[in-house]
């Protein structure tokens, strides 16, 4: 009896307020990206994070018989350790940074040495009644906050949601699904031009567009994306229009990320019974498609738990280190691998089939030498624009070589001769990132991106060789389906940073980048 009273009285005794800022942290993280993420990215992330907060605390309740102090260690080392990004980005642009001190290795110590003294300060306490009440009211109330924005914002986005409806699609002629070619289009994050690659990295990439050409692709030597960065870029592509036409009079910065998912491509497909194949690109809006028939994810690290690993202490373990194994940029080379080696295997699926692979490669982190061999190196370490090239060169080079072999078994296992796209969502940044101002050169750069198409029965021929992305599905589109979709004229728009474009009217302030 007594024992089953003194396991009662332990349970009793065991502080739950450090699950508060536990959640509290991840909740934050998730409300302030909601606009590229998803609400099911939350379930892995919160169950672990109790998860672990329940062990420690039972562990800890073992040592510290007080529930009010342990409970308010363990909170302390939880919300240090969970939202240490934040509590880094609040110190940076203060008199701190002058002094050189905001790294890594010094905010390291004076976590642990402000932890340590408020630990000790707890323990010496003899009465925490009121410290204790007030931070349970405090976490509650957090926590509410959060839930309340996260619900008003899920609600706001279901109401803003009504699907955009197309628009000369055509008659549809089903007796002919089974001759429908699949249709993939494959984005290489800012892959370049080839005259870029010249001029800027003094490399020839005459060896990969020969390949190309020699399969019968269709390579654009004038190719030019309309909008400067992958939020902007690719759900326009996707949309076969450009934002004036596609954003309501006030803007929400979900209205950008939301129209990658049942986008006008996929619709137009849909209704001719095309599966949507969607490859996880583990980035922001392009790792989660609620609308496609078949995902293809390798782990169970989605990109909500990227961001809070690389927020928290626990990049400490897993970035640079192992951590049981685990190691974050090895997740990201397997996924990356994965997705190529799924692009090979696609085509043995039945019927149908619009693949969407978006691959962050050429652009950073920096994961692949030239053969494929691991490279480990830190945005902090890269010190010149030297050092950049070569990093980002030997990713292109790797990303060429893949992409030629998934070409070749595209090509090899088609039962159709299928539809390639293979087109970058922009340009790379070299020029930008070690220069003070985003100068004309800069935009340059950014605007001429990759584009190969294989497009089969000879419609190559009718291919402009200027076509910019926003174009790529209405050719597609008007030359194998018979639709009314006619090419918009080629506009390439300057802006950059989505989350300043609050109105409709701020996009007619952009100027136009005469085409030279
Ligand atoms: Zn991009």
């Known amino acids: 009896m007594t024992r089953i009273l003194k396991f009662k009285n332990f349970f009793k005794n065991i502080p739950y307020l450090p699950s508060l800022y536990g959640i509290f942290p991840v909740l934050f993280l ?66 701190l940074e002058d002094l050189g001190i905001i790294r890594d290795k010094y905010l390291y110590s004076l976590g642990i040495l402000f932890f340590g003294l408020a630990s000790y300060f707890i323990m010496r306490a003899s009465d925490l009644k009121t410290v204790y009440g007030f931070f349970k009211t405090m976490g509650c109330v957090l926590i509410t906050i959060s839930l309340v924005s996260m619900g008003f914002s899920a609600y706001s986005t279901n109401k803003r949601n009504n699907v955009s409806s197309l628009d000369g699609t055509g008659q549809i002629d089903l007796s002919q699904k089974q001759n429908f070619p699949d249709i993939y289009y494959i984005i290489p994050d800012s892959y370049g031009r ?51 036409n596609l954003l309501p009079e006030t803007i929400r910065e979900d209205d950008f990320t939301n ?160 539809i390639i796209i293979i087109q970058s969502d922009h340009g790379p940044d070299m020029m930008s990132l070690w220069s003070d101002e985003f100068s004309e050169a800069d935009m340059r750069e950014r605007i001429k991106n990759f584009s190969a198409l294989y497009l089969p029965n000879g419609k190559d021929q009718l291919l402009p060789d200027n076509m910019t992305n926003v174009n790529t599905f209405r050719f597609i589109f008007k030359n194998y389906f018979n639709a009314d979709y006619s090419l918009l004229e080629n506009k390439i728009y300057t802006y950059y940073d989505y989350s300043l474009i609050k109105h409709r009217s701020d996009l007619k302030n952009i100027k136009l980048v005469p085409r030279n």
């Open 30 to 95: 998730f409300v302030h990206n909601i606009s590229e993420l998803q609400y099911e990215m939350l379930w892995l992330p919160l169950f672990a994070v109790i998860f672990v907060i329940l062990i420690f605390t039972v562990v800890l309740s073992i040592f510290v018989q007080d529930y009010r102090k342990s409970g308010l260690i363990l909170s302390l080392f939880f919300m240090l350790f969970l939202s240490y990004g934040n509590f880094k980005e609040l110190l940076l642009g203060g008199w």
């Open 259 to 418: 129209k990658i998912q049942n986008s006008r491509v996929q619709q137009f497909l849909g209704e001719r019974g095309y599966k949507t194949i969607f490859l996880n690109s583990g980035y922001g809006i392009t790792s989660f498609n609620k609308y496609s028939h078949l995902k293809f994810d390798p782990s169970y690290i989605n990109d909500f738990s990227t961001r809070i690993i690389e927020n928290s202490l626990l990049k400490y373990f897993v970035i640079k280190r192992q951590f049981f194994g685990f190691n974050l940029k090895n997740e990201e080379r397997k996924r990356i691998l994965y997705n190529l080696e799924k692009l090979k295997e696609v085509s043995e699926i039945d019927g149908p089939k619009f693949v969407f692979s978006h691959i962050n490669v050429p652009h950073s982190p920096f994961l692949f030498d030239r053969n494929g061999g691991e490279v480990d190196v830190d945005w902090a370490s890269v010190t010149s624009s030297e050092q950049y090239n070569d990093l980002w060169l030997d990713q292109l080079i790797f990303i060429s070589k893949q992409l030629s072999s998934v070409v070749e078994a595209i090509l090899a296992k088609s039962k159709t001769p299928p």
């Open 194 to 244: 080839a005259d870029t690659l010249k001029e800027l990295y003094n490399y020839d990439n005459g060896e990969f567009i020969n390949f190309l050409k020699k399969k019968g692709f269709s390579v654009l030597s004038d190719s030019n994306s309309n909008y400067q960065n992958t939020i902007l870029s690719i759900p326009t592509t996707l949309n076969m229009d450009y934002w004036d």
